[in-house]
């Protein structure tokens, strides 16, 4: 056996988070792509056939009170509340993240008031919240000025109304400061509007404890919602008697069942609902949260630097030199739950890998992209994943060396 075979071992049999695998249902393929699509939990086919035939087939209408649908958004923002660090009575869950990026950005607009005249956005960021943010900037006047995340605290001024940054960086895995930005934004007066699409279900986001303004994020990554699970958003307790919703529908009335002509919001976080939620996706996602039960966040983090770096360490050991360059910071505080390299011919490469039972991902043009999911992802997996990648690499013609 290779050391890195044995130390894999090792760490597998210290690993207290282990158990939880059981929980999900996987194959022997190494499945290194959670950030993108969670993997299905157990719990969860059984649910959504009970919602399905009893609250829906038998039930009907009647669930909408009696199965608890009605409330579900409030009540799915409060189980996933403790994993971003918030109390109860702050996260809704409902629509998609690029809807709630759209509805923090114009109520922050709303908030931040006379005077602000643009809209900073993280120069990195994943495109949908780039392309809303300049939407919701012509529907309210201002421009927006993208800035990368460490430039922020020196760029911001008292003309921002907010900063909407990515938590982590979805290319290269690089964790923003949340803290710092959050504090430098509010210094200036700005709000302070985060993305946890690739953070929640990885790593402490600590929410309330930063005072972060406004927040969203998906479930269908590390949360394991299911494609297309509903997204959630956050709004700081201070704020949501202020949060003016750009898409006020009959969900977020204070009378909802009054069909009243003139709106008029509910309080606390029900004002970020907009329609019908989408009661299927929602229980399902309800279902997946419960393999978070009992498990604290910390060591969760714990487990994921845990496996970067012996991923790291396996890639060093397995893949011959020069051939892949690491994009992701080797600091632990600026590293998310992702590994990213360089490589010639990523895509072929990845096409290769997958092929071989190792899925990842490839993000155009030069990136081989890997997530590690600390709930089901092993040290076996990341040690094997590695190996094949060297195996993979060895068979074809260095590119780099090529081109002379
Ligand atoms: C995955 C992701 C999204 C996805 O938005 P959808 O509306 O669910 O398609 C948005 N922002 C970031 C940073 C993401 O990583």
Redesign the pocket.
């Known amino acids: 056996m290779s050391d890195h075979r044995a130390q894999a071992a090792a760490h597998d049999a210290a690993d207290p988070l282990a158990p939880l695998r059981e929980q999900f249902l996987l194959d022997d393929t190494v499945y290194l792509d959670g950030n993108?699509l969670g993997a299905l939990p157990r719990t969860v086919p059984g649910r959504l056939a009970d919602v399905i035939a009893r609250e829906w087939g038998e039930m009907r209408i009647r669930s909408w009170t009696e199965s608890g649908w009605w409330s579900a958004p409030e009540r799915v923002g409060d189980r996933i509340a403790p994993l971003v660090g918030a109390a109860p009575g702050r996260v809704v869950v409902g629509d998609?993240?690029?809807?709630n990026?759209f509805k923090a950005v114009v109520a922050g607009v709303r908030m931040a008031g006379r005077g602000c005249t643009e809209i900073l956005v993280d120069a990195t960021?994943?495109p949908?919240?780039g392309y809303i943010a300049r939407s919701a900037a012509r529907m309210t006047g201002l421009a927006v000025r993208p800035v990368e995340p460490a430039r922020i605290a020196d760029e911001v001024t008292e003309r921002t109304a907010l900063a909407l940054v990515?938590h982590v960086d979805?290319r290269t895995g690089r964790l923003n400061d949340l803290p710092g930005i959050t504090a430098a934004l509010h210094s200036a007066g700005a709000l302070a509007v985060w993305?946890l699409?690739?953070s929640a279900g990885a790593l402490p986001v600590g929410l309330d404890a930063h005072g972060v303004d406004l927040a969203?994020g998906?479930t269908?990554?590390y949360l394991n919602g299911g494609p297309?699970a509903p997204?959630y958003l956050y709004v700081r307790e201070s704020l949501q008697e202020r949060f003016d919703s750009p898409l006020p529908g009959w969900n977020s009335h204070t009378e909802p069942f009054g069909m009243e002509p003139e709106y008029a919001p509910a309080d606390g976080i029900t004002r970020g609902r907009v329609g019908t939620p989408d009661i299927l996706s929602l229980l399902a996602l309800e279902a997946a949260l419960d393999v978070w039960d009992g498990v604290a966040i910390e060591d969760v983090r714990a487990k994921s630097l845990a496996l970067s770096d012996f991923f790291l360490d396996c890639v060093a050991g397995y893949v011959p030199a020069g051939r892949v360059r690491s994009r992701t910071p080797s600091e632990h505080r600026r590293r998310g739950s992702q590994v990213s390299l360089e490589c010639a011919d990523a895509g072929g490469v990845m096409a290769e890998l997958t092929r071989r039972g190792v899925v990842g991902d490839f993000r155009h043009p030069d990136v081989l992209r890997f997530g590690f999911t600390p709930l089901y992802t092993s040290f076996a997996d990341v040690e094997r994943a590695a190996r094949v990648l060297g195996e993979v690499l060895r068979e074809r013609p260095d590119a780099g060396e090529d081109a002379g």
């Open positions: 993108s998609s993240t690029s809807i990026v960021t994943f949908t919240d990515n979805f993305d699409c690739h969203v998906c269908y990554k297309g997204a």
